[in-house]
Nanobody
């Protein structure tokens, strides 16, 4: 069982930056591929970024590529989402998720994730 707790959300002006964190419980964090998803009001949950168990591989949605970087620190059981040049359309609740992974692949499909956090709100004002 893994528990995920997101933090770092808030209100920021367009063009600003935020760094989200997701802390995981348990001693097997390095066995999990991790991902970030977001859901805006009235919209489906969408993929944002994913990272492999070791952190060597990452993958981003086209809408955030070049502006957002995902990283992980397995010693701290934490993943991060550094968001720069934020836009109003980035406004959403951001969720981190963990998927049991036996390889160094990244996971981009929500249905493949085993555990989800409660989410943190990010609001970007214009």
């Amino acid at each position: 069982q893994v528990q995920l707790v997101e933090s770092g959300g808030g209100l920021v002006q367009a063009g600003g930056s935020l760094r989200l964190s997701c802390a995981a419980s348990g001693r097997t964090f390095s066995r999990y591929a991790m991902g970030w998803f977001r859901q805006a009001p009235g919209k489906e949950r969408e993929f944002v970024a994913a990272i492999s168990r070791s952190g060597d591989n990452s993958y981003y949605a086209d809408s955030v590529k070049g502006r957002i970087t995902m990283s992980r620190d397995n010693a701290k059981n934490t993943v991060y989402l550094q968001m720069n040049s934020l836009k109003p359309e980035d406004t959403a609740v951001y969720y981190c998720a963990a998927a049991i992974a036996w390889t160094t692949r990244v996971v981009v499909t929500p249905g493949e994730y085993d555990y989800w956090g409660q989410g943190t709100q990010v609001t970007v004002s214009s």
